[in-house]
């Protein structure tokens, strides 16, 4: 069971990653990044590394997009 | 370089990689030599924090924890140095949903309640100083996005923030000075003495979630123009 849910994040992991490869659009591709980013600390947790999971979070998934978007939103005009 | 090469380039280095993956031990196998002398080691003889891995990064990788703190001090140099847009940037174009707005306003408290908790409970619980300071930074930037940057600034200590960013490394600083002299080792923590030992580590943790969440916030400001 264990296993299995760690195979179901992989492959949402790599399909995440595929996803942000070939976004067209570059907001989107910045929010599927942080999509990939939750997963990635999701998968983390459930493998006991409740500080690296907390890391990704943060970083990860919250400043990194965010510091993304606004470079995004002066750039692209 | 053509993508047919680069698929080739590729695959080349992915295959031994994948190849040494597969020879490693397995996952959390017992008789692997992390298990059976590293960790045990840490374990037994490790020092008086809660947390290991905080109690790993603080102290026996305490030269590499403050190589690491300097670094994202020096990332917040070099953005300064090379300076954002020119032409300050004003609030949004495009007024905020006012969805996004309340579910913003309602948010920042608890948000910024979780950061100060993720930076103080860092030595008992998962978490510490750079992950707080990513949740109160990332606080910052929301706003920043959400009702533009001169309201993220008004979220700041403006007269305390050019001594305040620099807070994680004069901690670490202070820490190992304290150490030195006590132990007589830079940056070592005296085991006999709990409560100076809990408050340097918390200090530090304090100081690198400060600096580090100002760092954050001021690296925002300067791409914004400020």
């Keep these: 069971m264990?296993?299995?849910?760690?195979?179901v994040l992989l492959t949402l992991l790599i399909l995440t990653a595929l996803a942000v490869a070939r976004a067209r659009n570059l907001a989107g591709a910045a929010i599927l990044f942080s999509a990939y980013s939750l997963t990635l600390c999701?998968?983390?947790?459930?493998?006991?590394?409740?500080d690296v999971a907390l890391t990704e979070a943060a970083v990860g998934a919250g400043v990194t997009t965010l510091l993304f978007l606004v470079v995004i939103a002066r750039t692209s005009r | 370089m053509s993508p047919r090469?680069?698929?080739?380039?590729?695959?080349?280095?992915?295959l031994p990689m994948i190849a040494?993956?597969?020879?490693?031990?397995?996952?959390?196998?017992?008789?692997?030599?992390?298990?059976?002398?590293?960790?045990?080691?840490?374990?037994?003889?490790g020092p008086e924090v809660g947390n290991l891995?905080?109690?790993?990064?603080l102290?026996?990788?305490?030269?590499?924890?403050?190589?690491?703190?300097?670094?994202?001090?020096?990332?917040?140099?070099?953005?300064?140095?090379?300076?954002g847009r020119r032409e300050p940037a004003t609030a949004p174009d495009v007024p905020p949903s006012p969805i996004v707005a309340f579910i913003v306003r309602l948010l920042t408290p608890f948000i910024?309640?979780?950061?100060?908790?993720?930076?103080?409970?860092?030595h008992e619980a998962p978490g510490g100083g750079l992950q707080g300071a990513a949740v109160l930074g990332g606080l910052v930037l929301l706003n920043g996005?959400?009702?533009?940057?001169?309201?993220?600034?008004?979220?700041?200590?403006?007269?305390?923030?050019?001594?305040?960013?620099?807070?994680?490394?004069?901690?670490?600083?202070?820490?190992?000075?304290?150490?030195?002299?006590?132990?007589?080792?830079?940056?070592g923590y005296p085991a006999h003495l709990p409560l100076l030992h809990e408050a340097m580590v918390v200090g530090v943790e304090v100081g690198i979630g400060i600096g580090g969440a100002l760092i954050f916030s001021r690296i925002y400001l300067a791409l914004e123009g400020g």
């Design chain 2, 59 to 83: 102290d026996y990788r305490g030269m590499d924890t403050f190589g690491e703190v300097v670094v994202i001090f020096a990332a917040l140099m070099a953005v300064l140095v090379l300076g």
């Design chain 1, 42 to 50: 999701v998968l983390w947790q459930h493998r006991g590394a409740p």
């Design chain 1, 2 to 7: 264990s296993e299995l849910f760690d195979l």
């Design chain 2, 5 to 14: 090469l680069a698929a080739a380039f590729v695959t080349g280095l992915a």
């Design chain 2, 145 to 187: 996005l959400v009702f533009g940057p001169e309201h993220a600034r008004k979220l700041l200590p403006t007269r305390l923030l050019p001594s305040l960013q620099g807070a994680g490394p004069l901690a670490f600083l202070a820490a190992g000075m304290v150490g030195g002299i006590v132990t007589g080792f830079a940056l």
């Design chain 2, 112 to 122: 910024a309640l979780f950061g100060f908790h993720v930076i103080l409970t860092g």
């Design chain 2, 20 to 45: 040494a993956m597969a020879a490693l031990p397995r996952h959390g196998s017992p008789d692997q030599p992390i298990h059976t002398h590293v960790a045990r080691e840490y374990i037994e003889s």
């Design chain 2, 53 to 57: 891995v905080t109690a790993v990064l």
